[in-house]
Structures are given as C-alpha cells and as structure tokens.
C-alpha cells in the first residue's frame, strides 16, 4: 500500500483520512472546474470507528491515509451517512477485507445501500436522537432527509464537537488545504454558494428547517467536517449563516439575462433588456448560454432576483442550448423571481410562448408578456426589449421593498 498520502488530525480523537480528487471536471452535470475531495474521517476511540468512504477509485488513497494511524483492520465501525457512490463507493471492499463490526446508516440508507449494492450484509440503522458508544466517545446522529438524498445523515461526535455533515455544507474544490479558514475567502465563498445553489436549492425549505431544529438538539459545534472540501473550524458559524441567508431567497436587485442567439438577433434585444433593467435600477448579468455552464447560471441566480430569458424559436421550439438551463432551473426550484422573455423568430415563433408558460410553471412572476421579433431587431423593437427590460426592474425593485419593508 502507497505510503504517500497521511491522515489529517481536525481534533483530538478525529483524522481526515479522504482523497482529493484534483482532475474532476464534472459532477453528473455539475462543472467542477477546481475538482473536488471525498472526505472521510475516522474516529480514534476504543472502538475506531469511520465515518463515510470515498469513491472505488480513491480506496487505496484513502486507506494509506487510514493507515498513517491505524491499520485498517482494527475498524470496529463504518457510519455511511449517505448512500451516493462518491462515499459509499469504497464500503462493499472495505467490508469484504475487514469485516468491521457493525454498518450504521439512517433507515432509508439501510435501503439505499441494499439497492445499490445488493449485498447480504446487515446494516443497523439510526435515527434521530439515537447514539452510538464507542467507548470513551459517544457518537450522535441526526436524520437530515432530503439533504440530499432521503437517506442523508448528520453524525456528532461529543467532546470533540465535531459534527460530520456529508454532503451538507460542502463543496467541490480540491485543495492542499484541509480548513476553510485557509482558503482565501472568495474562493471558498463562490465555491460554497455554486454547491448549494446546484446541489441544495431545490430544499431550502428543509434546510430552514433543519437550521431552526438544531438548537433543540444542543450540540456544541466546535468543527463542521462536510464530505467535500474543506472543513469549518474558526468560521462554523459565517457558513451555517450563509445557508441560513440562502435558504431565505429572498428578493434582491440583481437580475441575470439569459439567452442565446442564432444570427445575433436574439443576443441585440438582450443587450436591449440589459440596459433596460439597469435603467430601471437592477444590478444585471447578461449570460450567454453559449459558454456559459447551467451550473454557474445557478450560482449567478442564487443572489439574484430577476430572471429574463431569451431563445430564438427553432423547429417550433425553444432553443437547446436555453431549454437545457431552463429544464435544469426548474428541477432547483428558485423562488421570489421575477422575469420575462424575449426572442426573435423567422416564421412560427413559439420560443417566446414556451418561456412564459415554463416561467409561469417556475412560479417566476412575470413583469410582462413576453416579446418577439421576426427576424432582425430595428430600433423601434430594441426600444420595446428596454421597456421590457425596465418593467422587470421596477417590479424587481418594488419586491425588495416589499421583502425590507417586511423583515
Ligand atoms: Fe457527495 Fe450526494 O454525494
């Protein structure tokens, strides 16, 4: 086994024993331009105890690191808080070379691993409020359904304080460093807001949710140990404040225009709206969809208020590249927008329909009906893209009002 990899102690009894994935370049649709980690931690207690795995590929990283403290036979426990291959991948070897004592996963874990590993091994499970002893330690864990998967779990480590939240206040970045505090703060900042805009959004409910149960729980946090990227430790707090502020989505004065063209049409009446909206007052992004990923518009929508989408209408409908972004927005469930469409068109013109119907779907509050152009925009049509483009603004402006005038 490679001796070239070393565990990371995060605290007295806890050691980063995971893999930094540095060639990743995209998670099942996810653009991960910076890679990413799996972590895994391991326990040292009477009873060693490992919480997660890491992906098939990352095993031997994982186990050398594991090594550099203890020889992995002596693993008593393996916690799988979630059932997603990128930590569990490595759990049906580990459990055929080591035989630990016990598999602890939430109920719904217990299924999952059953339906992708289709083993014969038990799984005991653990709910919220149960505890695991593991001599010396005592373990906790907390059920976090949805976040993401219905089987996610939190496990929490007493005396340490170490709460090991899976993919929950992660991110995809691979780093030598293994703390957020030293990290530079706009990396990690953009880099925790693109995970949870593409990977939590959709459950901000239940995050809110999860946030508000906490202090019943009382668990003294003293480290937030996430299955990727880089661990909280001096700023526990600035990242559940950040998800605190997300889950919000509250409206603000940004808004993104999003389009793509096929002669240019299209991209002229965006430029129009763009300058419409920053007219009326709004803070705007134009995004082309031809080289721009659908991850980072989800990163660009997270803080944004107003969502004003532009398509040329192709074989009757809209164009792929934007019904790409859209399909993708729709499944995260942004809420508290306002927007609009706009396109141009050569003969049937439907693109402009779909979008306001997808819209009205999104539940995105429309400032107008959408606009359309046969063909090449003249001034007159660029002066209507403006007047679009203001409206959006103004009720853009009014719903921040509304939100302050509420808070
Ligand atoms: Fe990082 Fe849902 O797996």
């Given at each position: 086994?490679?001796?070239?990899?070393?565990?990371?102690?995060?605290?007295?009894?806890?050691?980063?024993?995971?893999?930094?994935?540095?060639?990743?370049?995209?998670?099942?649709?996810?653009?991960?331009?910076?890679?990413?980690?799996?972590?895994?931690?391991?326990?040292?207690a009477?009873?060693?105890?490992?919480?997660?795995?890491?992906?098939?590929?990352f095993?031997?990283?994982?186990?050398?690191?594991?090594?550099?403290?203890?020889?992995?036979?002596?693993?008593?426990?393996?916690?799988?808080?979630?059932?997603?291959?990128?930590?569990?991948?490595?759990?049906?070897?580990?459990?055929?070379?080591?035989?630990?004592?016990?598999?602890i996963?939430?109920?719904?874990?217990?299924?999952?691993?059953?339906?992708?590993?289709?083993?014969?091994?038990e799984?005991?499970?653990?709910?919220?409020?149960?505890?695991?002893?593991?001599?010396?330690?005592?373990?906790?864990?907390?059920?976090?359904?949805?976040?993401?998967?219905?089987?996610?779990?939190?496990?929490?480590?007493?005396?340490?304080?170490?709460?090991f939240t899976?993919?929950a206040?992660?991110?995809?970045l691979?780093?030598?460093?293994?703390?957020?505090?030293?990290?530079?703060?706009?990396?990690?900042?953009?880099?925790?807001?693109?995970?949870?805009?593409?990977?939590?959004?959709?459950?901000?409910?239940?995050?809110?949710?999860l946030l508000?149960?906490?202090?019943?729980?009382?668990?003294?946090?003293?480290?937030?140990?996430?299955?990727?990227?880089?661990?909280?430790?001096?700023?526990?707090?600035?990242?559940?404040?950040?998800?605190?502020?997300?889950?919000?989505?509250?409206?603000?004065?940004?808004?993104?225009?999003?389009?793509?063209?096929?002669?240019?049409?299209?991209?002229?009446?965006?430029?129009?709206?763009?300058?419409?909206?920053?007219?009326?007052?709004?803070?705007?992004?134009?995004?082309?969809?031809?080289?721009t990923?659908?991850?980072?518009?989800?990163?660009?929508?997270?803080?944004?208020?107003?969502?004003?989408?532009?398509?040329?209408?192709m074989?009757?409908?809209?164009?792929?590249?934007?019904?790409d972004?859209?399909?993708?927005?729709?499944?995260?469930?942004?809420?508290?927008?306002?927007?609009?469409?706009f396109?141009?068109?050569?003969?049937?013109?439907?693109?402009?329909?779909?979008?306001?119907?997808?819209?009205?779907?999104?539940?995105?509050?429309?400032?107008?009906?959408?606009f359309?152009?046969?063909?090449?925009?003249?001034?007159?049509?660029?002066?209507?893209?403006?007047?679009?483009?203001?409206?959006?603004?103004?009720?853009?402006?009014?719903?921040?009002?509304?939100?302050?005038?509420?808070?």
């Open positions: 086994m490679s001796n070239a990899f070393e565990a990371i102690q995060i605290s007295d009894r806890v050691y980063w024993v995971g893999a930094i994935d540095w060639e990743l370049r995209s998670f099942h649709g996810y653009l991960t331009k910076r890679g990413t980690t799996y972590n895994a931690y391991l326990i040292v009477d009873e060693i105890t490992l919480v997660d795995t890491v992906k098939p590929a095993m031997d990283e994982m186990l050398a690191r594991i090594a550099s403290v203890v020889d992995p036979s002596q693993i008593s426990n393996i916690i799988s808080n979630h059932a997603e291959m990128d930590h569990s991948g490595a759990l049906p070897e580990l459990i055929k070379r080591y035989h630990p004592n016990r598999i996963a939430s109920p719904q874990g217990a299924k999952a691993l059953a339906a992708h590993y289709h083993w014969d091994v799984v005991e499970t653990a709910k919220t409020g149960d505890s695991l002893d593991l001599g010396g330690a005592q373990l906790r864990f907390v059920e976090a359904r949805m976040l993401h998967w219905p089987d996610s779990m939190f496990a929490y480590l007493e005396g340490d304080g170490v709460l899976n993919d206040f992660g991110m995809h691979a780093t030598s460093e293994r703390f957020a505090d030293q990290v530079e703060e706009t990396l990690w900042r953009r880099e925790a807001a693109k995970y949870y805009a593409n990977i939590l959004l959709h459950f901000s409910p239940l995050v809110k949710r508000a149960q906490l202090p019943s729980l009382e668990l003294d946090i003293a480290i937030i140990a996430p299955d990727h990227g880089p661990i909280w430790r001096e700023n526990v707090m600035q990242i559940v404040e950040l998800y605190a502020h997300w889950a919000k989505q509250l409206p603000t004065r940004k808004a993104l225009v999003i389009y793509d063209s096929m002669w240019r049409s299209t991209a002229l009446m965006a430029q129009a709206v763009g300058e419409g909206l920053a007219a009326g007052g709004a803070e705007v992004r134009l995004l082309p969809l031809d080289g990923h659908r991850s980072d518009v989800l990163t660009e929508l997270l803080d944004a208020g107003g969502l004003v989408v532009g398509s040329p209408t074989n009757n409908q809209i164009y792929p590249t934007v019904a972004v859209m399909t993708y927005i729709k499944g995260l469930k942004p809420q508290n927008l306002v927007g609009a469409s396109g141009s068109y050569g003969w049937s013109g439907e693109a402009v329909k779909h979008l306001d119907k997808q819209l009205e779907e999104m539940k995105v509050e429309l400032a107008a009906p959408g359309r152009v046969n063909y090449v925009p003249d001034a007159d049509a660029l002066a209507s893209c403006r007047a679009l483009g203001r409206k959006v603004a103004e009720r853009l402006l009014a719903k921040v009002e509304e939100a302050s005038s509420e808070s």
